[in-house]
């Protein structure tokens, strides 16, 4: 079997590939997830994106069939399990903190953007703001779906990661990376917001920064971006480099643009079917630095 051979990249004394894998069938069936999630396996890939239960357990599946244990994941927590407010989840305060973001942070211009969808309501008091607390009932819980094994990496953060940022508590998210650290697992920051939370969440210290870098999709001002990037000293991860479908031709272009023009550390590359995988895996089989070997 002809494989590609992945450039490798070292994130906290672990050996990684630079291109991590998340499979998005249409279906969206463990069957589905598994069966895509083993094709990418067969063609070279050992690093895989891991966003939900369903992936989480296609890969636990992958790991045992195979007994390939040099299969990464790289789990996912939003923050928000790991916050409360007067006893409540997080989440049961939404759209208060949306529309506390909304027009307390945003800048005008980029609130339909950012919030297409927004009715804006009651907003949190500087009390509310203060009173958040970290839950760390709920967040172990989160850390015992992930055995640091073989899913050592979590992506923290989401949407609420930059919400959090926004609102001055990144307090918050210190204390999610030091029991992210206690349990043995090394904590990536996951973002939305490049431009406006990567500079914030810098002191978090942790391995690495997930942000979307994307030419043809960017909420924010695209060159503004790229020179954060080119500043920002500590490992970049890039999400979703190829949203909005890129064609074929283009991906070559994509990942050049990102590891050759940003340096970013590495990518996380979304794909649906056996047909636009081989399209990816096409594309990066023209950067130089990817060269196939043969299995023995």
Excluded at 116 to 140: A, N, W, Y
Excluded at 270 to 275: K, Q
């Amino acid at each position: 079997m002809i494989l590609m051979h992945l450039p490798t990249a070292i994130l906290e004394k672990k050996r990684i590939q630079r291109v991590i894998f998340s499979v998005r069938p249409t279906s969206h069936s463990i069957q589905d997830i598994y069966s895509l999630m083993e094709k990418v396996y067969e063609m070279g890939a050992n690093c895989f994106s891991l966003p939900t239960a369903r992936h989480l357990e296609s890969f636990k599946a992958l790991r045992e069939s195979t007994q390939d244990d040099t299969l990464i994941g790289f789990g996912h927590i939003e923050a928000e399990r790991g916050i409360s407010l007067t006893g409540k989840p997080l989440h049961q305060f939404e759209s208060k903190i949306v529309s506390t973001i909304a027009r307390n942070i945003v800048p005008p211009e980029l609130v339909k953007k950012l919030f297409p969808v927004l009715s804006v309501g009651e907003v949190l008091t500087q009390k509310e703001i203060d009173r958040m607390m970290f839950d760390p009932s709920r967040f172990h819980q989160s850390l015992s779906l992930f055995p640091p094994q073989g899913v050592p990496f979590l992506m923290i953060g989401g949407k609420y990661g930059d919400w959090l940022l926004g609102l001055g508590r990144s307090d918050l998210l210190k204390e999610m990376v030091s029991e992210t650290r206690g349990k043995g697992f090394i904590p990536i920051f996951s973002s939305q917001w490049a431009t406006s939370s990567l500079p914030k969440a810098k002191p978090l210290e942790m391995a690495a920064y997930a942000i979307p870098i994307n030419k043809r999709k960017s909420l924010f001002d695209l060159t503004q971006a790229c020179n954060i990037i080119k500043k920002f000293d500590k490992p970049v991860i890039s999400l979703d480099p190829l949203a909005e479908g890129a064609p074929p031709g283009e991906t070559e272009e994509a990942f050049s643009f990102l590891f050759n023009d940003l340096k970013i550390h590495s990518a996380i590359a979304e794909t649906s079917s056996e047909e636009e995988l081989h399209s990816l895996f096409k594309g990066l089989g023209k950067i130089p630095s990817l060269i196939p070997f043969h299995k023995t």
